[in-house]
């Protein structure tokens, strides 16, 4: 359905796409994820001409969109894009955000829209909101209009663009199981997200971006799994574990915690996970604590999806001894603790730098 051979795009003499060749299929669900700055948005915006490529060809159901003879308007209704920001008109009501373009680009009769933009408003679960104006619904709400008012362009696929980035956390979900829903009903989606949790179970291929290109695609599984590249690998698991630092005995362990806190809510952790990892992290760190400052400890923290395991990690740089073998008796009391709340627990010394490590106990 979308055909992208060698696309690329310059602004001035920054080129931020460099060369894009991919396929996507009637009913595929295409998740991008990356680093910011490498070009997704401009991928996006190129694909419906929001942006006009510097070379290359985009070819949808076999035309050639780059031709002079493209009508752009129609363009964008047949790949209509969801944006970060809603840009709902804020002076029109809901129902009158979802019949304005239909009406006047489409010719759409004003009773023959009204009945459709209420259906989708039923579909996003907006039924009751449709004499509202948008400033009297929360974020979530308001994105979800925004794809209602996208999907009342009747387009053939829709584009977002980092769809819940700019909802407070609580708003994220039900923005997400909109877009679930959607694919589900078999639309054709492109969406640039940062949900990697989301992008693994609604996507059919994951697109990695960076350096310009699609650096690396493949299956959900492939990518988040077992990336093959360097780059991606960096990123999947920079983005599924959190390092933390400690220099000296000062170290700040609020900060720490609260890092750790976010990080468990982003994997969806629960309670007892996430108590039982911050006491650890604590009770470890006492153990530590008369060997900082003359040894470097990267604490990290990482959950494997695949197997559910809840790691929590302590690498020195130079050698200190496994401090759970400590015969200080001030010490036999915590170890007591720290031994009853992991599952695992393994001490590895390797070119003098030590290593231990701990699987957190989940309940
Ligand atoms: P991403 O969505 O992956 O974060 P973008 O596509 O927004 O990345 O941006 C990629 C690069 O292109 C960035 O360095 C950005 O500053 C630059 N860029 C994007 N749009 C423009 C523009 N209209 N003019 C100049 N530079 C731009
Ligand atoms: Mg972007």
């Given at each position: 359905m979308i055909k992208v051979e060698h696309l690329s795009k310059k602004f001035g003499d920054v080129t931020v796409l460099k060369d894009i060749t991919t396929e996507i299929r009637k009913g595929e669900v295409v998740a991008i994820i990356g680093p910011?700055?490498?070009?997704k948005s401009t991928f996006l915006r190129c694909l419906n001409l929001l942006e006009t490529p510097s070379g290359g060809a985009i070819h949808i159901n076999g035309e050639d969109v780059l031709g002079a003879r493209t009508d752009v308007p129609k363009l964008r209704q047949k790949m209509n894009m969801v944006f970060q920001s809603f840009n709902l008109f804020s002076h029109l009501s809901v129902l009158e955000n979802l019949t304005l373009a239909p009406i006047k680009l489409r010719g759409v009769e004003k009773p023959a829209a009204e009945k459709r933009a209420r259906e989708l408003l039923q579909m996003v679960g907006l039924g009751e909101k449709a004499d509202h104006f948008p400033s009297e619904l929360s974020g979530g709400q308001q994105q979800r209009v925004a794809i209602a008012r996208c999907l009342a362009m009747e387009p053939e696929a829709v584009l977002f663009d980092e769809p819940t980035s700019a909802l407070d956390p609580t708003m994220v979900s039900e923005v997400l199981a909109v877009i679930r829903r959607l694919a589900k009903d078999g639309m054709t989606m492109v969406i640039v997200t940062h949900e990697m949790d989301f992008a693994r179970d609604v996507a059919n291929r994951i697109f990695y971006m960076d350096e310009g290109l699609i650096y690396e695609e493949g299956s959900p599984a492939q990518i988040f799994e077992n990336p093959q590249k360097e780059k991606t690998r960096i990123f999947i698991n920079r983005v599924r574990s959190c390092r933390h630092e400690v220099l000296s005995r000062d170290y700040d362990l609020y900060a720490m915690n609260g890092q750790i806190e976010t990080f468990c809510e982003k994997q969806m952790l629960g309670k007892t996970a996430r108590h039982n990892l911050l006491l650890l992290l604590e009770e470890i760190l006492q153990l530590y604590k008369p060997a900082l400052g003359q040894i470097r400890l990267s604490v990290s923290v990482e959950y494997s999806e695949k197997t559910e395991q809840l790691e929590l990690s302590f690498t020195s740089n130079s050698a200190t001894g496994?401090?759970?073998?400590?015969?200080?008796?001030?010490?036999e009391l915590p170890i007591l603790i720290i031994r009853n709340y992991a599952e695992q627990i393994h001490f590895e010394s390797v070119d003098g730098a030590d290593r231990l490590q701990l699987v957190v106990k989940k309940a």
């Open positions: 910011s700055g490498t070009g496994n401090v759970l073998e400590s015969d200080n008796p001030d010490d």
